[in-house]
């Protein structure tokens, strides 16, 4: 973005190069290019519970190294 641009395009700056939150939950059918997160909305919270709860069962379930107290990624062979 050009610095003459910075203040017309700021919304979409951010949602391109901004940092994310922690959690985000949205209405695709109405939003589909996600752009107006409703993770904080009292509206949302049995949803956001039931989806993490449907995570945490899966990686549960599949011996996700991410539900483990160690870090997977520490020793993993990257390339060079």
């Known amino acids: 973005v050009k610095p003459e641009n910075q203040k ?3 919304k979409e700056y951010h949602l391109s190069f901004g940092k994310r939150p ?7 059918s109405k939003d589909p290019f996600q752009t107006n997160n409703l993770a904080n909305r009292k509206l949302y919270i049995k949803v ?11 990686l549960t379930d599949t011996d996700d190294p991410r539900m483990k107290s160690s ?8 390339l060079k």
Do not use: F, Q
């Open 48 to 58: 956001k519970e039931c989806l993490k709860n449907e995570l945490i069962n899966y």
């Open 71 to 78: 870090d997977p990624w520490k020793e993993y062979p990257y």
């Open 22 to 28: 922690k959690e985000e939950l949205y209405k695709i």
């Open 8 to 10: 017309r395009y700021a």
